[in-house]
């Protein structure tokens, strides 16, 4: 009687079975060898369900699968979970020393491994799983791989060597290698000589039709200007004294440069030195000099990179002002926060000159706001009702309420204006749009800012400014400029620095109250200012600026004041 498992086979059939087959190698070939006993000098791997010689079951210890392992010094080994076992064709390891030079894993003849595991890549012939042979190239050419010029190859490994193959840049047909191709090789058209689409471009078709890509908002600050573009990026430029621009920097760019880490801006406002955006999420987010809590954060520290406005959400306007910042949330109220030394928070106190106020406060008595917007230091609100109501700063009687003030605590119904559809705050001065393209201004008018003819040096009630049809509108440092519905820009006021537009400067201290139409700009859309300085978008979406350059403003690179419009740089 023998043990369980005394195997039946002779010593030489069991080291045939064993060593060399080692597949369905049982005790007595019907009876897997978990339940029989191997012959003598074998074990049992019974996870594979074979007899092995002790050794299989140490050299793999540890091992990957797949790693090369040898029998007594002989190759021709791989280890599958930890057993040392014969490698072969189609067992998905690449065994070199079997003599294969591939292994997929299957035995397929008509794929890229043969089933014999040897690529036949260097007979001159195109085999399967092989691109080209030698000279062999299987009928491709460059022109048949999309190129117009060159010579195609063969690589040692039998695949395409098309590097001698070359396109046209400059034939109007855009290559899988090309971003563009305008039918010409000149740069500054949107497509480059290299047919690369460039900066601020966008190309399409073949030949390659490109365009500017268009600007649809845009803050001009105190010395520095925002825009979004409608492929969602936002670019400022100008003054960077204290990271206004959101670049993560302190350097003031002569053209736009695109600020980081805010997707989704929905709005935009730019103010004496920070900026304020709107994000599709309807919170608010700001960046730049906080040294009145301006950025509301709660702090008064600067930041270069944007900061959420503390405790606001649902905000649909911002606007960012001299040393403070208000917004209007989509309940209809009005919230401030920043410089209070004029009353310009609207929450019924004043704080001292340099005294901070970094959390946002509600405006007193303040319902049903839809637009708001802020000067130096005064703040305006268009009601749902379409009636105007400011505070703040009133020495000049830029409140609007026939009167004047150092400072207005709450909100003031402006006077002899019934409705409006728009309004901007200047330094010390107002100017509101009406729906049927009046522009009525009050305050401060030693420049002629009004707009109405007069050298009246305020004007603490609206005056009528004399353009007619105006649709958008603009209040600067001392100017003010309006598009009409022809597209014409006109301005008035301060002109030292060619901020009107019209080829001219005048003295410093010189008036200029009528209106001048701003040169070779005939389809204006929108004007934007805060500052000694204009600019405006035209119908393809370009911006051109004037006036005032010292620090970048007009975007244009060179520095220099301008009395004409001149196209921002394009990026």
């Known amino acids: 009687m023998r043990n369980p498992g005394v195997g039946a086979f002779t010593g030489a059939v069991v080291t045939t079975l064993c060593v060399l087959v080692l597949t369905g190698c049982k005790a007595d070939n019907t009876t897997p060898c978990g339940d029989q006993t191997c012959r003598s000098g074998f074990s049992c791997d019974t996870i594979h369900d074979v007899c092995v010689v002790p050794a299989q079951l140490e050299v793999c210890v540890g091992e990957a699968d797949g790693s090369e392992c040898a029998i007594n010094g002989t190759y021709g080994y791989v280890c599958d979970q930890e057993v040392c076992l014969p490698s072969e064709c189609g067992d998905g390891i690449l065994d070199v020393h079997s003599g294969e030079q591939c292994d997929d894993g299957n035995h397929i003849d008509d794929d890229a491994c043969p089933n014999n595991c040897t690529l036949n890549c260097g007979d001159g012939t195109v085999n399967p799983g092989e691109e080209c042979d030698g000279n062999d190239l299987d009928g491709e050419t460059c022109g048949t791989r999309g190129f117009d010029t060159g010579q195609l190859t063969c690589e040692l490994n039998c695949t395409f060597d098309e590097s001698q193959c070359a396109v046209d840049c400059g034939n109007g047909t855009v290559h899988s290698t090309e971003g563009c191709d305008d039918d010409n090789t000149t740069s500054g058209d949107g497509c480059s000589d290299t047919c690369d689409v460039e900066g601020g471009w966008e190309c399409q078709g073949e030949p390659s039709v490109c365009t500017t890509i268009p600007y649809n908002a845009l803050s001009g600050g105190g010395a520095h200007v925002c825009a979004l573009r409608s492929d969602d990026t936002t670019l400022c430029w100008g003054f960077n004294s204290h990271g206004q621009l959101g670049d993560g920097t302190q350097q003031s760019q002569f053209v736009p440069t ?31 000099s906080n040294a009145y809590g ?4 709660g702090t008064t520290t600067d930041s270069l990179t944007p900061v959420q406005v503390a405790d606001l959400t649902g905000v649909t306007s911002v606007s960012a002002g001299g040393g403070h910042t208000c917004a209007v949330k989509s309940d209809g109220t009005a919230w401030c926060w920043g410089k209070n030394f004029h009353g310009q928070l609207g929450n019924l106190t004043t704080t001292g000159e340099d005294v901070p106020n970094p959390d946002p406060v509600q405006v007193d008595s303040m319902s049903g706001a839809s637009i708001i917007k802020v000067g130096a230091e005064h703040t305006c609100v268009i009601k749902s009702d379409a009636t105007v109501w400011c505070w703040g700063w009133n020495n000049q009687g830029q409140v609007g309420d026939n009167s004047i003030s150092p400072a207005e605590t709450s909100p003031r119904q402006v006077v002899n204006l019934p409705t409006a559809v728009d309004i901007d705050l200047g330094f010390g001065h107002t100017c509101a749009l009406r729906s049927n393209g009046e522009v009525l201004c009050w305050g401060w008018n030693l420049a002629g800012q ?9 004007s603490q009630t609206p005056v009528l400014a004399d353009v007619t ?3 958008a509108i603009v209040s600067g440092f001392a100017h003010s400029c309006a598009v ?5 820009a006109w301005c008035w006021g301060w002109n030292w620095y060619g901020q009107l537009g019209n080829s001219t400067t005048t003295g410093e201290f010189d008036a200029n109250p009528d209106p001048v139409q701003v040169n070779n700009m005939t389809d204006a859309v929108l004007v934007s200012t805060k500052g000694e300085y204009t600019c405006a978008t035209r119908v393809d979406g370009t911006v051109w600026c004037w006036g005032r350059n010292v620090v970048g403003q007009l ?3 060179n520095g220099l004041n301008s009395s004409v419009p001149v196209a921002v740089a394009i990026r």
Request: glycine residues 20%; contains cysteine.
């Open 294 to 297: 301006q950025l509301g954060d």
């Open 450 to 458: 009004l707009g109405n003819g007069s050298s009246v040096s305020f």
């Open 484 to 488: 009409l519905s022809n597209g014409t």
């Open 555 to 557: 975007g244009n690179e």
């Open 258 to 288: 695109e600020m980081n880490g805010l997707p989704g801006i929905v709005a935009i406002s730019a103010g004496g030195y920070h900026t304020c955006a709107i994000l599709s999420d309807g919170t608010l987010w700001c960046w730049g």
């Open 469 to 471: 049809n105006a649709t």
